[in-house]
């Protein structure tokens, strides 16, 4: 019986450390803040690339997480989940909020998040805020910063100006 020879010592090295490093990706990635947040439709779109170069490396106290899909971010280990690259929602009558003249509408409040998506821009960005978060309104003022220079196309709040 023949041993192994050089090459094919080598090739079975090869695909052995090719394994190793294949289940480490995949245990990163199961062990992810964003294992199972999927990309927005339009995530490749250019506002999304432009305020992702501007993601704050800490919001509301947290240290942003490493993600590697585009239109994601993540801050405190999921506590604050951004997506970029929703369709914009449709005129709707769901409760919004104005922070510096972003129009956020609360889209709901489930399994200790309240989620949020911007309204008027095109493409839209939602924001998932773990009830964790002390500060959900700071968090809020540093993401309409953020998002502000995706350009507004309507707004959901009626104007009190008589």
């Known amino acids: 019986m023949r041993g192994w020879s050089r090459r094919g010592r080598a090739a079975a090295g090869v695909a052995a450390a090719g394994v190793v490093v294949g289940a480490g990706l995949v245990a990163y990635e199961l062990s992810s803040p964003v294992f199972g947040l999927a990309q927005g439709p339009l995530a490749k779109d250019p506002a999304c690339a432009r305020i992702a170069d501007r993601y704050p490396d800490r919001l509301g ?79 809020l003022l540093d993401l309409s910063h953020l998002v502000a220079p995706i350009r507004a196309g309507a707004k959901c709040l009626a104007s009190d100006a008589g």
Not at 67 to 86: K, N, S
Not at 120 to 136: K, L, W, Y
């Open 61 to 139: 106290g947290a240290a942003r997480d490493p993600v590697t899909f585009e239109g994601l971010a993540v801050w405190g280990h999921g506590a604050v989940e951004l997506r970029c690259g929703l369709t914009p929602p449709a005129p709707t009558t769901d409760a919004c909020v104005s922070v510096d003249g972003v129009d956020w509408v609360w889209r709901e409040r489930a399994g200790g998040r309240r989620y949020l998506v911007t309204y008027g821009r095109n493409p839209a960005v939602e924001v998932s805020i773990a009830d964790s978060v002390t500060r959900p309104d700071a968090v």
